[in-house]
């Protein structure tokens, strides 16, 4: 975990940046809000299992069609490294035949059906990244495109593994696929544009690229997601083109003894650690895709995913995404939404109950000095408070409030 101290001298050296203009992305009609959906890394097993079978995809998609999530703008099921597929002779990739003994085509087809939007994994090398056990499109861009378009396919994610890996090839499989005709979301998994300034040429061939390495199931990793999009980093991402904390580990990641059959969550975060995940991944506008199983939803995936408050915190697209700042001496998150209001979370990420405030000057409050103060995770208007707001924020925990004018 991150101590106090450690946390506080990195924090101290990140840059607070205001009142600055989302960036203008490529834009192919698709990611105007940052997506919100599943994708499979963390659900049958631990995270980096990787496996998944046509009857666990067709279950996941029925659930979110069923649990809420749907209705609360969920929409996507991205398949990861775990389709598995081989190349044959005539180069067109098919899907391992154990987990997929029917194709890919029917499964697309049933969430298609469902009112939802399906992706596929590959990598911009000649090998994919769990141990190099599936070809990658090196050498096959223009072939993998046309393939995933023929099948109806809505988002790729492409990872950064294999020989071969370059941005040429991130420029080129874009190119690939925009040639298709089909819409399709393309998402960077990794590649040297991260330690680039302004994401470098990942918004010029991306709708989203993720920020920094794989995102675990523990507290340290959390903060490292959040850290890279940091720093006034938001205001390089808008309309098109979203800068990702990689997919959720809310509610807790698989088992190691799994049935496929039976979603089970083993968890290895506290319930205010997921609540810090989901507040601070709102404010900063990454696109939500959540890793664990939506099959089985905890209390707290029920009770976090499913806010409508927060929710509309993440996918105000016509707002600068948000920032850490300094409030009241404690590091706050702040974003300026589109309707004058503004959203702050403020994480506790100390040991033990600390009372954290919400100053109302620090967060660049325009409304004067006093706000009225609604919490999003209570669900509770906590009427109208003048200089700050103050709350008790248990360890690891953090509050999600929104301001807005007192009159």
């Given at each position: 975990?991150?101590?106090?101290?450690?946390?506080?001298?990195?924090?101290?050296?990140?840059?607070?940046?205001?009142?600055?203009?989302a960036t203008s992305a490529y834009d192919n009609g698709m990611?105007?809000?940052?997506?919100?959906?599943?994708?499979?890394?963390?659900?049958?097993?631990?995270?980096?299992?990787?496996?998944?079978?046509?009857?666990?995809?067709?279950?996941?998609?029925?659930?979110?069609?069923?649990?809420?999530?749907?209705?609360?703008?969920y929409e996507w099921i991205v398949l990861d490294d775990c389709?598995?597929?081989?190349?044959?002779?005539?180069?067109?990739?098919?899907?391992?035949?154990?987990?997929?003994?029917?194709?890919?085509?029917?499964?697309?087809?049933?969430?298609?059906?469902?009112?939802?939007?399906?992706?596929?994994?590959?990598?911009?090398?000649?090998?994919?990244?769990?141990?190099?056990?599936?070809?990658?499109?090196?050498?096959?861009?223009?072939?993998?495109?046309?393939?995933?378009?023929?099948?109806?396919?809505?988002?790729?994610?492409?990872?950064?593994?294999?020989?071969?890996?370059?941005?040429?090839?991130?420029?080129?499989?874009?190119?690939?696929?925009?040639?298709?005709?089909?819409?399709?979301?393309?998402?960077?998994?990794?590649?040297?544009?991260?330690?680039?300034?302004?994401?470098?040429?990942?918004?010029?061939?991306?709708?989203?690229?993720?920020?920094?390495?794989?995102?675990?199931?523990?507290?340290?990793?959390?903060?490292?997601?959040?850290?890279?999009?940091?720093?006034?980093?938001?205001?390089?991402?808008?309309?098109?083109?979203?800068?990702?904390?990689?997919?959720?580990?809310?509610?807790?990641?698989?088992?190691?003894?799994?049935?496929?059959?039976?979603?089970?969550?083993?968890?290895?975060?506290?319930?205010?650690?997921?609540?810090?995940?989901?507040?601070?991944?709102?404010?900063?506008?990454?696109?939500?895709?959540?890793?664990?199983?939506?099959?089985?939803?905890?209390?707290?995936?029920?009770?976090?995913?499913?806010?409508?408050?927060?929710?509309?915190?993440?996918?105000?697209?016509?707002?600068?995404?948000?920032?850490?700042?300094s409030s009241c001496g404690k590091q706050a998150w702040v974003?300026?939404?589109?309707?004058?209001?503004?959203?702050?979370?403020?994480?506790?990420?100390?040991?033990?109950?600390?009372?954290?405030?919400?100053?109302?000057?620090?967060?660049?409050?325009?409304?004067?000095?006093?706000?009225?103060?609604?919490?999003?995770?209570?669900?509770?208007?906590?009427?109208?408070?003048?200089?700050?707001?103050?709350?008790?924020?248990?360890?690891?925990?953090?509050?999600?409030?929104?301001?807005?004018?007192?009159?």
């Open positions: 975990m991150l101590s106090r101290q450690s946390s506080t001298i990195w924090w101290a050296s990140v840059a607070v940046v205001f009142n600055v203009c990611a105007l809000k940052p997506p919100l959906g599943w994708q499979t890394w963390c659900s049958a097993g631990p995270c980096g299992t990787d496996h998944c079978f046509d009857f666990q995809i067709r279950e996941t998609a029925k659930a979110m069609s069923e649990n809420g999530m749907k209705e609360a703008g389709w598995h597929p081989s190349r044959p002779d005539n180069g067109t990739l098919v899907p391992f035949p154990e987990f997929f003994p029917n194709g890919m085509q029917p499964v697309i087809d049933y969430v298609h059906s469902l009112g939802l939007k399906f992706g596929l994994y590959t990598s911009v090398g000649d090998k994919t990244c769990h141990g190099g056990w599936s070809p990658g499109s090196y050498g096959h861009y223009e072939t993998d495109a046309n393939t995933f378009a023929s099948w109806g396919v809505d988002y790729v994610k492409m990872d950064y593994c294999g020989d071969h890996d370059s941005p040429e090839g991130h420029k080129e499989f874009s190119e690939a696929m925009n040639k298709t005709g089909r819409p399709m979301i393309l998402e960077l998994c990794r590649g040297p544009y991260q330690d680039e300034p302004e994401w470098g040429y990942a918004p010029s061939v991306a709708q989203v690229w993720r920020a920094t390495v794989d995102h675990h199931d523990n507290f340290e990793s959390t903060m490292n997601q959040v850290a890279h999009m940091s720093g006034g980093r938001g205001k390089f991402s808008g309309p098109h083109g979203w800068a990702y904390g990689d997919m959720m580990m809310t509610g807790g990641q698989g088992c190691a003894l799994y049935d496929p059959h039976k979603p089970k969550h083993c968890q290895l975060q506290t319930d205010n650690e997921y609540r810090t995940e989901v507040s601070l991944y709102s404010v900063l506008s990454s696109p939500m895709m959540i890793g664990t199983d939506i099959r089985d939803m905890t209390s707290i995936m029920n009770e976090t995913l499913l806010n409508r408050d927060m929710l509309a915190i993440n996918q105000d697209y016509k707002a600068v995404p948000g920032t850490n700042v974003r300026h939404l589109s309707n004058g209001n503004v959203a702050v979370a403020i994480p506790n990420l100390d040991i033990g109950m600390a009372t954290m405030s919400v100053c109302f000057k620090d967060i660049g409050w325009t409304g004067g000095n006093t706000a009225h103060v609604r919490n999003v995770w209570k669900k509770s208007d906590e009427g109208v408070f003048t200089g700050q707001y103050t709350v008790d924020v248990e360890t690891h925990d953090t509050a999600l409030v929104i301001l807005s004018p007192s009159v």
